[in-house]
């Protein structure tokens, strides 16, 4: 079940270039979320989009860009690499609210050299 | 402001002895409550909401106001368990989910 996926599975790259994590979901689903997963603290939330074109700040939001100009497609993008943004990212989605639960993608592994 | 605490990062149990995955919050008014669980090399997925009041897969999560904790129990852990867990919470009309830092639990044959 493909239904949120996440593109790349892994990617390397250098401090200072932009690297842009894609994620697709087929459901139409209304609210976006872009996580990152790190050794000690979790999941911290960078941003998250209510619907098209809504977006919003989470926890972690330095250093990152999102947009989503259409329902299906939620982008983020680190405009200028650096190693602390080494970790890997989870896009989520959720119908109508958190009750149901976020559907999560199976993540990217994002390294910066 | 919301936060979630799970204060142990690894539990490490023998098959069939009992676990308890602790989660304390913090949070003002009436917070929504959450599991999730990682199995190795597979995408988070939910486990149970406190709200459904349910059981999956033998674990069971009772949320304890009064102590604000949500603690996830299992009376005989599986092999099969072993698996990072994260407490979640949300509060108020965000939709948001805070999560805590997971603890990774290890059933040992």
């Known amino acids: 079940d493909a239904g949120i996926t996440q593109s790349p599975r892994y990617k390397i790259t250098e401090t200072g270039r932009q690297v842009t994590l894609m994620c697709h979901q087929t459901w139409s689903h209304s609210y976006m979320f872009w996580y990152r997963q790190d050794l000690g603290h979790g999941l911290r939330l960078i941003y998250y989009?209510?619907?098209?074109?809504?977006?919003d700040k989470g926890e972690v939001p330095d250093g990152y860009v999102v947009s989503r100009s259409k329902t299906e497609n939620f982008p983020l993008t680190l405009e200028s690499a650096t190693r602390s943004q080494t970790s890997v990212y989870f896009c989520?989605?959720?119908?109508?609210?958190?009750?149901?639960?976020?559907?999560f993608g199976s993540g990217t592994r994002l390294t910066v050299v | 402001a919301q936060r979630v605490t799970q204060p142990e990062k690894l539990l490490s149990v023998f098959k069939g002895a009992p676990v308890e995955l602790k989660c304390n919050y913090s949070?003002?008014?009436?917070?929504?409550l959450f599991w999730y669980v990682q199995y190795s090399r597979q995408r988070l997925q939910l486990l149970l909401r406190h709200i459904s009041r349910e059981s999956i897969k033998g674990f069971t999560a009772d949320l304890n106001k009064g102590e604000t904790s949500f603690h996830l129990k299992k009376p005989f852990a599986q092999e099969e368990d072993s698996a990072m867990y994260y407490c979640a919470l949300s509060g108020g009309a965000t939709n948001k989910l805070i999560f805590g830092t997971g603890t990774l639990l290890a059933v040992q044959p």
């Open positions: 989009s209510a619907a098209a074109d809504i977006t």
């Open positions: 989520a989605s959720s119908e109508s609210g958190v009750i149901y639960g976020y559907t």
């Open positions: 949070y003002s008014g009436s917070p929504e």
